[in-house]
């Protein structure tokens, strides 16, 4: 059985300012127009980009659509915006520091160990097909999320 954590990341440079960056990350009612799977988030009764608020995300692909809460659990303006999916399964994240052009935009993810049990319970036999499928859409959808991201900031 999987219990060490799943991690994947990439990074683009960004034509913008880190604050310019992490604003448009972390406005997350944006998110459908860089995502390839989470066609749309809100913020929950009225929050915002601040550790502890709540926002819900719609997420759908082919197979299937499904809705997920997340946590903000880091707001650093220029620095780091991200958020716990569920209590604690998955992580992500978006890290900018300078760079010579610009920005460099790294997106983080992180399938827990509590995730990770989370679909062995939920899927049984079949959790590692199911972990497996989460962790190929993450590999190859992030390098699409922040190429978008870098399109739209760069217009």
């Known amino acids: 059985m999987q219990t060490a954590p799943l991690t994947f990341e990439s990074s683009v ?3 913008a300012t880190p604050d310019e960056v992490y604003a448009l990350v972390s406005d997350v009612t944006r998110t459908g127009e860089w995502s390839p799977v989470c066609a749309e988030c809100w913020w929950d009764e009225g929050q915002g980009p601040e550790v502890g608020a709540f ?3 719609r997420n759908v692909t082919p197979e299937r659509t499904w809705e997920t ?3 903000v659990v880091v707001a650093s303006p220029g620095r780091e915006f991200a958020w716990s999916v569920g209590p604690g399964l998955v992580r992500w994240s978006y890290l900018m520091k ?3 052009a610009g920005t460099e935009l790294t997106e983080t993810w992180e399938f827990t160990e509590a995730g990770l049990k989370f679909f062995h319970e939920r899927f049984g036999d079949d959790a590692p ?3 497996a499928a989460r962790e190929q859409a993450t590999r190859s959808g992030i390098p699409v999320t922040l190429n978008a991201i ?3 900031i760069e217009g």
């Open 150 to 152: 870098k399109r739209i």
């Open 55 to 57: 926002f819900t995300g």
């Open 129 to 131: 097909r199911e972990i």
């Open 98 to 100: 300078p760079a010579d």
């Open 69 to 71: 809460r997340s946590e």
């Open 13 to 15: 440079v960004v034509s």
